[in-house]
């Protein structure tokens, strides 16, 4: 069974463009969620989509913004960007949206903005 | 709201000897709760969880954590470490409405030989 595939790998952006960045959860599962991931700031939480609908939303500026398809396959964006912005953006997929699922998570892909 | 407090930011050991990772929550709901390990370059993978029942839970890699609710405790152990378990630890909690984690700050582990 394949795993969560986040697409691309590495990326490398100027300060004003946007970018969108993919997730393919594993087969089955209805949930993605996405964190980002900085040395100052940690794992942080920025959406959860199940079902073509987003449950829940973190603390992130109105630039971050995702959705999910009917293949529950999702995207997130990032509008004008801000260098503080580069980080280590991971997804993750479960079956439900429940507290008990376990999440799997994909290798990420690492934005860099210059 | 929930939070999750790994005590240790970096925790170096020698080889073979016995480890013990420690992560507090607060929450005023129950919560399950997870541990999560990154290696470099990689994204997250699942070492255990707590649901509920035994509060002992054994994971993956032969890790184990116990679960103290008067505490606010889920510290993580393993009794003989090797160099391959140097990588970074995440000590997590999810409310159970809800999907998403909320994770501590990650506790490094570098194993010397």
């Known amino acids: 069974k394949a795993g969560v595939t986040q697409t691309p790998r590495y990326l490398i952006k100027t300060r004003g463009q946007q970018v969108t960045l993919s997730c393919s959860p594993i087969?089955?599962?209805?949930?993605v969620s996405w964190y980002q991931q900085t040395p100052g700031q940690g794992l942080q939480f920025l959406f959860e989509?199940?079902?073509?609908?987003?449950?829940n939303k973190g603390n992130f500026p109105g630039r971050f913004s995702g959705r999910q398809f009917s293949n529950s396959r999702s995207e997130m964006n990032v509008s004008t960007l801000e260098l503080g912005d580069s980080a280590l953006y991971l997804c993750?997929?479960?079956?439900?949206?429940?507290?008990?699922?376990?999440?799997?998570f994909g290798q990420g892909t690492r934005l860099t903005v210059v | 709201a929930q939070s999750v407090t790994q005590l240790d930011s970096q925790v170096p050991v020698f080889e073979e000897a016995p480890v013990e990772l420690r992560c507090n929550y607060s929450?005023?709901?129950?919560?399950?709760l997870f541990w999560y390990v990154q290696y470099p370059n990689q994204g997250l993978q699942l070492l255990l969880k707590?649901?509920?029942?035994?509060?002992l839970v054994k994971g993956i890699n032969g890790f184990e954590a116990e679960f103290n609710k008067s505490q606010t405790s889920f510290h993580l152990r393993k009794p003989s470490v090797h160099i391959s378990d140097t990588a970074e630890y995440f000590c997590?909690?999810?409310?159970?409405?809800?999907?998403?984690?909320?994770f501590g700050k990650g506790t490094k582990l570098s194993v010397k030989p």
């Open positions: 989509y199940f079902s073509e609908t987003q449950r």
């Open positions: 993750a997929s479960s079956l439900e949206a429940t507290g008990a699922q376990e999440a799997f």
């Open positions: 997590a909690v999810k409310r159970g409405s809800q999907g998403n984690l909320i």
């Open positions: 929450s005023s709901v129950s919560v399950y």
């Open positions: 087969s089955g599962h209805r949930s």
């Open positions: 707590y649901l509920s029942g035994s509060t």
